[in-house]
């Protein structure tokens, strides 16, 4: 008798859980013309009027999206099917009529990776978007770009159900509530959780691990097997053993999942990248030589990971209860991605990924990269209004100089505290004050950092974050050994300063020789000259960059060069064989960084400490 009871208690239960939650039906085998149906059945609706809502901006993107321009054929039904009155007063929002009727909500979603009427110049960063390739069976789906929420009922937990034909399978850090061989049935505590979850459906390409106590997943779709599950874990595992020893010796979730879709065509926004999210990131890249593409992914990977630090368990109140409509922006995009990205970089020196000197030609790649912005507005203020046309065009900077605050701010924490504590040790003190449950207030921030540090700490984030104040390199760098000068003057090898394009056969050309200098002379480079080989390895988009590099490495000056050319003589195309000698070239090189030779004894103790090499 009590068995029964539980049972009917455990059914009555799972039914009111079912119609106080969202329950989502995309069925991927119904998809036509890069177009997929949409159906969500809604918990009880209490109102008369609510409206439905798409984002506008979502994490991470600091960008705005509008995806309800993606939505089309929306309709509004109650039990028995009928329409209920509704309409699109925004781009992102639907008024609903009667909506204590309201049972189901249906419509067709536009795939963001192809051009579509209506579409605009908006075009989405493809790690943010949508692609519905049906012919390839492949579906990247960003769950916030397919679902949305009834302004109010945003806090309800969602249940998704996607169908799938027996050949693909899917991959994401979602919770996996059931699953036969055509449908799986995935679940999130609320919106904010599913829209942090990307789901990428392929033919499948899946490794998993157990890395440091995290269970690891990575999903790889390639169109030409040019890159594999198994080759990407291969790359990732000693970095995130690596990471796990950065963050404290273990990693803070029980699972990660690295989504990773590679294309072999020009893509719609012409970038390539990645977006983080809490338990997993999702990479949209190009196929290139393999070993290139396992450094890529090593690299990206790298910054994505340690968004489990910032903002996962590090975040304000903006991003605790994100506002998909009308977003209020926080002032610390220098901790969310300059922290990140410097982490990203330290972490490999630090564990002997790469050299000191690696990491050295990064932070000095970043200080020519923040160049190129205006910096004078403070990194608090351009962040709280990061959406206006003029600070997004600085977006870039975060990366840049947020990651050179981060740098800096670290050596600061090292030599205030005598070695005591470091920014990594802080990151993990505020993890533990706040968690992914707790939010900070933006404006006290740099008084909570002051509190377990020092009064230097607080004074360098006041102005150089929260002020316009230039971060003072030479006199922080110096601390631990580093030598910098603003500019400095060598000699260089040179390819010749002619400028490089690429022509409609994806082929490496000579577009302008305008700035050509001697070398490039001598070599008797002409405008319209296709580059074949230089010195023996034959050019192509993938290789030139490399190709070059290594010459500027090895090359010494008088060494002979032989340059291949394929170009047009007499009105017929033949190939030219170009030759002459290696040449030096005086160089101004902006922000020279350096190890010094003979640092103080206080010197290489910061830089021990920094190095983590102090015991």
């Known amino acids: 008798m009590k068995k029964t009871l539980v049972i009917l208690s455990i059914a009555f239960a799972t039914i009111v859980q079912a119609q106080d939650s969202y329950r989502i039906n995309i069925d991927l085998t119904q998809a036509v013309n890069d177009r997929l149906p949409v159906e969500i059945t809604l918990p009880a609706i209490a109102e008369e009027t609510v409206e439905y809502h798409m984002p506008k901006v979502v994490p991470g993107t600091y960008s705005i999206s509008d995806f309800g321009r993606f939505v089309d054929d929306f309709k509004a039904l109650d039990e028995e099917g009928n329409q209920l009155e509704t309409e699109n007063i925004s781009t992102n929002r639907w008024t609903i009529k009667n909506a204590t009727k309201l049972k189901k909500i249906t419509y067709w979603v536009e795939d963001s990776f192809d051009d579509f009427n209506g579409y605009g110049s908006n075009r989405l960063f493809e790690p943010g978007g949508m692609s519905i390739e049906a012919d390839k069976g492949v579906f990247v789906m960003n769950t916030f770009g397919f679902v949305g929420y009834v302004d109010g009922y945003k806090f309800k937990p969602f249940n998704l159900t996607i169908v799938h034909d027996e050949e693909i399978k899917g991959a994401t850090s979602l919770k996996l509530e059931s699953s036969t061989s055509t449908a799986d049935t995935y679940t999130a505590e609320n919106y904010n959780f599913l829209a942090d979850a990307p789901i990428m459906y392929s033919k499948p390409d899946i490794a998993t691990k157990e890395i440091a106590g995290a269970n690891i997943l990575v999903s790889v779709y390639s169109p030409n097997k040019v890159l594999s599950a198994a080759d990407v874990m291969d790359t990732i595992d000693e970095l995130m053993e690596a990471q796990a020893k950065y963050l404290g010796g273990k990693l803070p979730v029980d699972r990660y999942a690295y989504l990773i879709y590679l294309f072999d065509s020009q893509t ?6 990645a977006l983080e999210h809490s338990y997993s990131s999702l990479y949209t890249l190009p196929e290139m030589d393999p070993t290139r593409i396992s450094q890529t992914v090593k690299d990206i990977a790298a910054h994505e990971f340690f968004h489990i630090v910032t903002p996962l368990n590090i975040h304000s109140e903006e991003i605790h209860d994100f506002n998909y409509i009308e977003p209020k922006m926080s002032q610390h995009l220098w901790l969310y991605e300059g922290v990140t990205e410097y982490a990203s970089q330290h972490v490999q020196v630090k564990y002997g990924l790469y050299d000191l000197e690696d990491f050295l030609d990064e932070m000095r790649n970043k200080m020519n990269q923040q160049d190129q912005y205006n910096v004078d507005i403070p990194y608090t203020e351009f962040s709280k209004n990061i959406l206006e046309p003029i600070n997004e065009r600085r977006y870039g ?6 990651a050179l605050i981060a740098w800096c701010l670290d050596l600061t924490i090292i030599k205030s505290t005598n070695g005591q504590k470091d920014l990594q040790s802080v990151l993990r003190e505020l993890s533990k004050q706040y968690g992914s449950l707790k939010a900070f207030k933006d404006e006290e921030l740099f008084n909570e950092i002051e509190k377990i540090t020092s ?5 360098f984030l006041r102005k150089y974050v929260g002020g316009s104040e230039k971060l003072p390199y030479t006199e922080i760098l110096g601390w631990a050994g580093f030598r910098y000068s603003p500019e400095n003057d060598e000699m260089v090898i040179t390819a010749g300063k002619f400028t490089p394009a690429l ?12 700035n050509m200098n001697d070398f490039g002379k001598d070599l008797g480079l002409q405008v319209g000259d296709v580059l074949l080989s230089w010195n023996g390895s034959e050019v192509s988009v993938e290789t030139f960059s490399d190709i070059i590099q290594s010459y500027y490495n090895e090359a010494q000056a008088g060494d002979k060069v032989t340059v291949i050319v394929k170009r047009e003589v007499k009105g017929k195309i033949k190939e030219v064989k170009l030759k002459a000698k290696a040449k030096q070239v005086k160089s101004s090189q902006k922000h020279f960084l350096e190890e010094m030779e003979n640092p103080s004894p206080e010197q290489q103790k910061v830089k021990a400490f920094w190095l983590g090499s102090s015991n």
């Open 397 to 402: 900077d975060v990366y840049a100089g947020g």
């Open 455 to 459: 009064s230097e700490v607080g004074a």
């Open 268 to 273: 719609i926004s012409g970038s390539f990248g």
């Open 503 to 514: 022509n409609e056969d994806q082929e490496i050309f000579v577009a302008s020789t305008d």
